[in-house]
């Protein structure tokens, strides 16, 4: 997410914390490492909109986690 500067430790921790599928996983990794939608999508064949819709969910877990975790709030 650009809104929020990923380390090893977020990513543990919201991983743990959010039951991520298999796809929210793929998609949250090249999300951090700074992928477009489009590489994502044509490295997994997926469509850009199914990404779209998939970083939507990780914005609304890590939202949804952030109050009762230790993770800095998203910048708005």
């Given at each position: ?5 990923w380390d090893k430790r ?19 990794m090249d999300w951090a490492h700074e992928r477009s ?40």
């Amino acid at each position: 997410m650009h809104d929020l500067v990923w380390d090893k430790r977020m990513l543990g921790v919201f991983t743990a914390l959010a039951c991520l599928t298999e796809e929210e996983t793929i998609v949250l990794m090249d999300w951090a490492h700074e992928r477009s939608v489009a590489s994502t999508a044509m490295t997994h064949h997926m469509s850009a909109s199914k990404v779209d819709k998939i970083r939507r969910r990780l914005r609304q877990k890590y939202d949804g986690i952030q109050p009762y975790a230790d993770l800095p709030p998203r910048k708005a």
